[in-house]
T-cell receptor
Framework: DTAVSQTPKYLVTQMGNDKSIKCEQN?????MYWYKQDSKKFLKIMFS???????INETVPNRFSPKSPDKAHLNLHINSLELGDSAVYFC???????????FGPGTRLTVT | AQTVTQSQPEMSVQEAETVTLSCTYD???????LFWYKQPPSRQMILVIR??????QNATENRFSVNFQKAAKSFSLKISDSQLGDAAMYFC???????????FGTGTSLTVIP
């Protein structure tokens, strides 16, 4: 009964390729997030959706595009991958207001 | 935007001893929530403890407790009777009561010495 799941957990790909990471939560939460964690462990918010509506869109390259088909799913598509995209990407979800986030296991993306 | 500062990049503690991790934040809001998350080498982010700003009483969860000083905008985490499994990166986080965005500190790497 995984609360927030991500697939895949590991992704190794070459520069220039396009890849997607999928996220699903079964907690009934309204809000979902994508974070990027770099090699220094710094967590950077990328996007957030509330009930399929984009509410947070930080300054990230437009090669990154989130898609939320329903409030339980938030996918991340990355075009034309670059070496600097190598990181761990976390999906998270929370109730609308005031509550903690629950994180997925992370996807380690390595671009070669 | 709110900022969260963790001034200790690394800390170490002897097994069975007590350690305190510091966190300060900057906000003009009066109603908000504060969290400590733990990230062990497995990389899973795990919620350790949560504090509502309107509550004066400090939150506790077993060996984990906080010292919440609202006026000073300080939110430290105390780990008592440290265990080897406590070794991890610890992140402090802030969320305003009416908002969706979380603000994370840069983390403190805790080493537990046997």
């Amino acid at each position: 009964d995984t609360a927030v799941s991500q697939t895949p957990k590991y992704l190794v790909t070459q520069m220039g390729n396009d890849k997607s990471i999928k996220c699903e939560q079964n907690l009934g939460h309204d809000t979902m997030y994508w974070y990027k964690q770099d090699s220094k462990k710094f967590l950077k918010i990328m996007f957030s959706y509330n009930n399929k509506e984009l509410i947070i869109n930080e300054t990230v390259p437009n090669r990154f595009s989130p898609k939320s088909p329903d409030k339980a799913h938030l996918n991340l598509h990355i075009n034309s991958l670059e070496l600097g995209d190598s990181a761990v990407y976390f999906c998270a979800s929370s109730r609308r207001q005031g509550y903690e986030q629950y994180f997925g296991p992370g996807t380690r993306l390595t671009v070669t | 935007a709110q900022t969260v500062t963790q001034s200790q990049p690394e800390m170490s503690v002897q097994e069975a001893e007590t350690v305190t991790l510091s966190c300060t934040y900057d906000t003009s809001e009066s109603d908000y929530y504060l969290f400590w998350y733990k990230q062990p080498p497995s990389r899973q982010m795990i919620l350790v403890i949560r504090q509502e700003a309107y509550k004066q009483q400090n939150a506790t969860e077993n060996r984990f407790s906080v010292n919440f000083q609202k006026a000073a905008k300080s939110f430290s985490l105390k780990i008592s009777d440290s265990q080897l499994g406590d070794a991890a990166m610890y992140f402090c986080a802030y969320r305003s009561a009416g908002g969706n965005q979380f603000y994370f500190g840069t983390g403190t790497s805790l080493t537990v010495i046997p």
